[in-house]
Structure formats: C-alpha cells, structure tokens
C-alpha cells in the first residue's frame, strides 16, 4: 500500500464518519477532503476544479433551473386537482400519486417535485381524515423509482455518467435505465398497495400533536402595571438570551405581534408567549421583571398560524444554532418547536443544533412566504407556497421544450447539454421568469458537492485506492461469477447511499466499479448502470436520499420505519437489477 492510497483511506473514514454524524454539510466535507489531496499531490489544481466544468454538472443545474420554474406556476396545483379529483380511498389517492410522481420524475428532478407535492398530499390526508404516515413514504419512494427510468430522472444518473465520461468512455443513453426501471416501478407500486397498510405507520401529523400538547412548552407571561419592562425595549428588557425559553409572540389590545423584532417596545398589559421548557422560569418570576406568574397557555389560533418546515439535505443551517441563524430576521418567523426522530427538543430553542431532516414548527409573520419563496435552506411542507400566474402558453413551451431535448438526446439527434442551453436561452428572451428569479433558484451546496464529488472519484483513480480496493472486492465475489460481482458493487453502492449522502457514495463507489471491469475485461456499461441503480434505489433509511429526508419528520416516521418497510424493496430491486443486467449484458 502506498502513502496515497493510505491517505485516500484515511480521507474515506473520516468523510464516513462525518457524514453519518451529520458534523457538518456534505459539500464542505468533500471541499475539505478535495483540499488535502490537492496539497499531498494526489489531484492536480486543474483535476480539483475540473469537476466544476462538468458538462453533465451543467445540465443538472439546468434541469434543476426548469423543474423549479414549473413548480412555481399556479396552474400546478390545477393539475393536481384535476389528477385526484374524485379519490376518497387511500389506495387510490396512493395509486395515481405514485404513477403521476414516478412519470414526471423520469424527466423532472424529483426534489423540487416532491417538495410541490407535500403541501397537497398533506391538505388530501387532512381533508379525508388520513394520517400523512401513511402517502409521504409512497411519496418518496415513487420519486425514486421514476427517476431510475432514465438518464435525465435523477441527479445521481447524471453525475455518474458525468464520472464515465470523464474516464474516457462513452454516455450512456436515455433510456439505457428502462430496462431495469420500469419493471422495477411495476413491483415497486404494486408492493406498495398491497403491503403498505400493513407496513405504513399511522400517525398524528406533527402540527396536530403540537396544537393538542401546546400546554406542554408553552408559557404566558403578562405585564404588571408599574412593571420596569414598560417603555423598554426587548433587547434592553434582557428577554433576548433568556435561560431555556424563547419569546415568539406579544398579544396586545387583542393583537398579535410577530415575529417579535429586538427593538419591539413594551407596553402595560402586554401577554407575552414564551416556548422552551416549561420548568425554566426562574428568570421570568423574578420580582425585578414586573411579570406576572407565568402559566402554560395556548398559542391563539395555533393551528392557523403555524407551518411546518423541514431542513433541506445541503441546508446552510445545518450544524449551526437556532440563535446564530437570524430566522426571524431573514424569514418572518418565530420558531417554536424544533422535532427529530418523533421527539420534540427540550431546553432552550436558540440552543439546538440544526440537523439535516429536523422539523421546525414556526409561528409566521405576514412576508414569510415571500422571503422563502426562492429558499433552498428548508422546504414548507405543511402549506402551499406562493406561486407565480406563469403564461400557459410560455409554460407549455417549456415543458415542452424540455421533453424535446430530452428525446432529441435519447435517438441521437442533438447532445441534451446544447438543447437544455437552447431552452434556457428561450426562457430568457421570452421573459418566462425573470433572470434574477432564477439565480435566486441555483443551489450553490448542490453544485458543490457534485463537483467535489467528482475530483474525489478522480483522487481514487489517481491514488490507485480504486484498484486497491477492487482487487479485494473480486477476490470475495469471483466466485460467484459475474453475477456475485454486480450484485457486490450494487450492495456497496446501497449501503453507503443509504448511511451517507448518495452524491458521496457514488464518488467512492465509481472508481471501483470501473476498475473492476477493466480487471475483468468486461463491458463497463452495467459496471456503471449498477452504481446508478444501487445508489439511487435508497429505500432503507431516511438519511441517505433527499426526499426520504423531506418525508422522514413531516411524516413522523422513525428508521425502524423505513428499514421494515425499505428492506424488502431493496432485495427486489437488487434481484431484478442484477438479473436484468446479467441477461442483457452477462
């Protein structure tokens, strides 16, 4: 072993272990990783940078760009209504959202799809008294079964083939996925209908529990006449750091005031509403206060006035404090619970570390929906966001436009990059949206991360790690034949896509996958289909595709909840990936 291939190792390690503990945001982790190869002379500065260059990182960013112009049209929502309407059973509601979802995400990028989903599906369990536990899995797991269809369904696909290209060998096609996809999405819908009630949880949705145990971390506080606060400010009243409780609201003469801003002045009379935990109020009972003995209350028109929010995956706001964020200020909104893993976070709010998937119930001011409409931070997932009176006739060009390059790239006629350009180009001139809307809708952490992915693919290759490792991986499986080898690196691919971002997995995963095959002599075509097939079919846990993570808190679910049900489906889909690409390819 030599000192490079010892120190990629090492890097792997500690990139797993950082990742799975949620230390910090994929995108700097491998940025960090990429900085020390770069510096020990594994990557050359141009092979650091070059990732960044990617044609196939170009159209994901460009798809990424037209799916989130189309979620923001309202005539989205007349689609839906217009898809569901009639549906009363579940598993009929289950039915067709899981075929429009899978279809739509075989050409769209299925994270902007399932984030205008959630806020419908939501609205459909509470209007026919469902609990959300039972469609937001469905909901995720279609996505993920429509975008294995093709290359364009999901990001994964392409950043793969992004790394094959790079390596010299040629795109893969369209529809090269088909043949695994859609057979797959057959078994997958129909394990679903049959088996889902049984395996599905049945839950309260996390808004409803709030509003019924309110009582349980909510206090209210009033001023005393002749109180000190009266005529002080919220910053001079020292209510800004007080210890294990949060102000989020002030009722005053039958109004309410939030978010509270930190020069809010007080008055006689004022109700104040504090979240945290209830047993900390040594600071509000102090006689210097002039407050009245605090009480558990309720939120006045709780339910109203609060949406549920969920941290994105590359999320800026992750591993920092509530308090550092400037929530109020950026977003309108007063945090008022924070819940992970079906609990609800106790001790002070501004205390809490973000993490990835965490649920933040946030009491709204008038311009939130404004301020969030282009975030990329969190997803507002208990309400509809704003949307934009889009021409149909300018949206019907788009969408129609993107599925032309799509087939023109799937028979060989036009590359998809310099049809996706054409299209952008088109968009532009017709004023469909505006161009600051749509640098607003770039996700910086997302082209990060893919193209500090690919500098790590190509720091194995030039370490000989990916050598190093596949020699081992084949001694196991060769005995299997090339059966054992595919059904080797597809079970890689899953388990590290299912503890880790699946971005990470295939940038470790890739290199070994193609080295194998060149060890074999073999095609490397299905060497890289099941890389794209085992880490984009992440069923088993919520952490490692991102809308498991968008459905794992809203839905209340737990991990045990997602391997019960995500367990089977893997070895379906690893039985008919494997036996499908063997037939064709063996």
């Known amino acids: 072993m030599t000192y490079e291939i010892g120190l990629v190792f090492i890097i792997i390690v500690i990139l797993l272990v950082t990742l799975y503990k949620e230390w910090t945001w994929p995108a700097l982790a491998l940025f960090v990783a990429v900085i020390i190869l770069t510096v020990a002379g594994v990557l050359s500065p141009k092979e650091a940078l070059s990732g960044f260059a990617n044609e196939q990182l170009a159209v994901i960013v460009m798809l990424l760009l037209m799916s989130d112009i189309v979620k923001q049209s309202s005539l989205v929502n007349k689609l839906f209504d217009l898809i569901f309407k009639g549906t009363r059973t579940t598993n009929g509601f289950v039915a067709r959202m899981m075929a429009y979802v899978a279809v739509s995400s075989a050409f769209f990028n299925n994270t902007p799809l399932v984030a205008m989903m959630m806020p419908y599906v939501y609205n459909w369990s509470k209007k026919n008294k469902v609990s959300p536990s039972r469609i ?32 010299g060998f040629e795109s893969l096609k369209v529809f090269d996925f088909i043949y695994v996809g859609l057979p797959m999405l057959l078994i997958g819908v ?70 509270v801003t930190p020069h809010e002045v007080l008055e006689e009379d004022d109700t104040l509403f504090f979240t945290g935990a209830t047993g900390a109020i040594g600071d509000l009972t102090s006689p210097s206060m002039g407050l009245s003995l605090p009480e558990a209350a309720d939120i006045p028109e709780a339910g109203k006035s609060i949406v549920e929010i969920v941290i994105s995956h590359n999320s800026r706001l992750m591993g920092g404090k509530i308090q550092d964020s400037d929530f109020r200020g950026k977003f309108d909104g007063s945090i008022l619970a924070v819940h992970r893993n079906r609990e609800n976070l106790s001790g002070k709010i501004g205390e809490i570390v973000l993490r990835a998937g965490d649920v933040l119930l946030v009491l709204i001011g008038e311009d939130f929906y404004k301020r969030v409409a282009d975030v990329q931070a969190f997803y507002v997932i208990s309400n509809a966001q704003e949307t934009r009176d889009i021409n149909p006739i300018k949206l019907a060009i788009l969408i129609g436009g993107l599925i032309s390059a799509i087939m023109l790239q799937a028979f060989g006629v036009f590359p998809l990059f310099n049809g996706l350009l054409i299209l952008l180009g088109i968009v532009f001139l017709m004023d469909i949206i505006p161009i600051s809307e749509i640098r607003k809708g770039l996700d910086f952490n997302l082209i990060a991360l893919l193209a500090f992915g690919l500098a790590f693919g190509k720091a194995m290759i030039n370490s000989g790690a990916a050598d190093y490792i596949a020699s081992g991986i084949l001694a196991v499986a060769m005995p299997f034949g090339f059966v054992g080898v595919i059904a080797a690196i597809f079970l890689l691919s899953n388990v590290l896509s299912s503890y880790i971002t699946n971005k990470a997995a295939v940038a470790i995963i890739f290199p070994i996958s193609i080295a194998m095959a060149q060890t074999m002599e073999h095609d490397v075509t299905p060497f890289i289909l099941v890389v794209c097939f085992g880490a984009a079919a992440s069923f088993i846990t919520p952490i490692g595709y991102q809308t498991n993570l968008m459905v794992y808190g809203p839905g209340g679910y737990s991990f045990k909840d997602f391997f019960k049900i995500g367990l089977p489906l893997t070895i379906l889909y690893m039985i008919v990936c494997v036996t499908v690409l063997v037939t064709m390819y063996g």
């Open 136 to 167: 937001l899995i469905p909901l995720s797991y279609a996505a993920i079964l429509g975008g294995c269809l093709t290359l364009v369904g999901t990001s994964t696909n392409l950043i793969v083939n992004g790394m094959a290209i790079d390596a």
């Open 190 to 259: 129909m394990y679903i209908l049959l088996f889902g009630k049984k395996l599905l949880p049945d839950r309260e949705d996390v808004i409803e529990d709030f509003v019924k145990s309110a009582r349980e971390y909510l206090i209210e506080a009033r001023v005393k006449p002749g109180s000190p606060l009266i005529g002080r400010t919220i910053v001079d009243a020292k209510l800004r750091h007080l210890e294990g409780v949060f102000l989020v609201e002030i009722l005053r003469r039958n109004k309410l005031i939030t978010p």
